[in-house]
């Protein structure tokens, strides 16, 4: 019998840790872990990204939808390199994935050999969490088992560099002598309690408000019953940071939705206007979307201490699980008997979606993102998984996508970048096959790196029990969000060279793949188009042609400032009349009369 190598066992240990699926692209500083793929029958499932930075997203968004590790893997050099923005997304928003990295031979290192890079110090900042170099079989077992370990309970990105020649050694176990390290499978994560004291002073800050705000995180993921109970018995409105839309159904009416500059009006309202703020599972960063700091008296509950109290200037930090936290400090809040401020609060809320639905309804030139958005909403199946790219689309994922049930629903957050949607998408149908996936994309992070994914996705659809696999593009010839905050943030007109794109059938070549294609240019066909996605027997892609002068006006924009960026839009702005245009109505629909007014 062959003699196993290093490769072979570090392909069992995964599989021990349970690991289904690693997103990978092969080169020859991981031919021998290639080739242990092949000798293990492909399990655990080598899943072939046309990139290595979209393997990273895969794993990324897997290990995001399914709350289980994601693994990635890259040969040496410039594969290793490729990973690292994908990476950096998993490190800023708290996700658990192990890379698996090749470098050159052992005897080549430090030799200014091809492909060689100083991987440990490349990764030590993406993966600072944990990243080793395995130099001698009876290291592997400790140093894998630390990265998953680490990934897991750090929710952090780590890495495990394996040298190319190390993978084909023979393996043999660390012994039982001195500098040999053993180590062992498993890890349980305890629930953190928090201290009884702590959760008294919590309990005086909040019942002593009249005008209680919320927010929360995805650090309150799983928390959904014992929120809602607290928003009840304070009277308060629970805002939610982008990263935990999916934590609360979007349904109840003290829900306010997404909060700054993507959010929506309610969100901003409350903070501008409580007394008390208790955030829950948020590292939001934005301050000038919270309370001014004398405003409000703040409690704050998080797991990771080392983040707590660093976002405002709050008086009570407790340093605990979200659950465990909320279900002790229930006993010992008094329910409000006067409920004028939640009133409010709905009442804000109600007239936010009226809003929206107005300014879904506006015409537009073809179409009104808004409306496709707003017409997706209605339609999501109960179970399905939302993907949204960094630009536009996250604008309107943000403020018109009503997330209920089981839905769940992610984006980049904290890195915000583009070209996340579409390969997270995958990860999402690689983690459950049997559910439905849509991937909304700007036609930029498309023609960046979207449409080579498709190709991915036309060669694993047919394993997966529900073959849909939705993907829409934003189609307007615009590297959309930042022509805004040209307009917006510097007082400068769009700069045709740098923000305009290439038009390309974006349809047509998915239909090129053996996926179906719809070409949506009639805003009375977008239902239609996505009955027929919602019903397709394959992934599908709508090429969705947009208006590009919609604009993404934050919740808080007055008059006078949109007015200041309409001045800076006529200074040359080569669609300045185009937006003033729809823009004036779409703002207008913030102040006109609803329906029960």
Known sequence: MATDTVADVLLQRLRQWDVEHVFAYPGDGINGIVAAFGRAGDTPRFVQARHEE??????????????????????????????????????LDHVPVVAIIGQTDRSAMGGAYQQEVDLAGLYQDVAGAFVETVTVPEQLPNVLDRAVRTALTRRAPT??????????????????????????????????????????????????????????????????????????????????????????????????????????????EMMRDCDTLLIVGSNFPYAQFLPEYDQARAVQIDIDGGRIGMRYPTEVNVVADAGAALRALIPHLHPRTDRSWRQTIESNVARWWQTMDMQARLAADPINPLRLFAEASTRLPEDVIVAADSGSAANWYARQIRLRGS????????????????????????????????????????????????????????????????????????????????????????????????????????????????????????????????????????????????????????WDQFRSMTEAVLRGDEDAWDFIKIGVKTKLQEFLPRRSE
């Open 159 to 268: 890495a495990v560099i394996v040298p190319a020649d190390v993978q084909e050694l023979p393996y043999s176990p660390p012994t039982h002598e001195f500098k040999m390290v053993p180590s062992s499978l498993g890890v349980t994560t305890a629930q953190v309690m928090p201290e009884d004291g702590v959760i008294e002073q919590a309990a005086e800050v909040l019942n002593a408000g009249r005008k209680v705000a919320m927010l929360v995180g995805q650090g309150a993921r799983g928390a959904h019953t014992e929120i809602a109970r607290v928003a009840e018995l304070l009277g308060a409105g629970v805002a939610t940071a982008l990263l935990g839309k999916d934590v609360l159904s979007d349904e109840p009416a003290w829900v306010t939705g997404a909060i700054g500059l993507l959010g929506t009006r309610p969100s901003w």
């Open 54 to 91: 979209m393997c990273a997203f895969q794993a990324v968004g897997y290990a995001k939808f399914s709350d289980r590790l994601g693994v990635c893997m890259a040969t040496s050099g410039p594969g290793a390199i490729h990973l690292l923005n994908g990476l950096y997304d998993a490190k």
């Open 407 to 558: 839905m769940r629903g992610s984006l980049s957050g904290t890195l915000a970048t583009m070209g996340s949607a579409v390969p997270y998408g995958i990860g999402a149908k690689f983690a459950f096959p049997g559910r439905p996936a849509i991937a909304f994309s700007g036609d930029g992070a498309m023609q960046m790196n979207g449409l080579a994914e498709l190709i991915t996705v036309a060669r694993y659809w047919r394993e997966w029990s529900d073959p849909r696999l939705i993907v829409v593009v934003l189609h307007n010839d615009d590297l959309n969000q930042v022509t805004w905050e040209l307009r917006a943030m510097t007082d400068a007109p769009k700069f045709a060279p740098s923000q305009e794109l290439p038009s390309v059938d974006y349809a047509g070549f998915a239909t090129g793949l053996g996926l179906r294609g719809i070409t949506v240019t009639d805003p009375e066909r977008i239902g239609q188009a996505w009955d027929e996605a919602l019903a397709a027997d394959r992934p599908v892609l709508l090429d969705v042609h947009t208006d590009p002068n919609m604009p993404p006006i934050p919740p808080h924009a007055t």
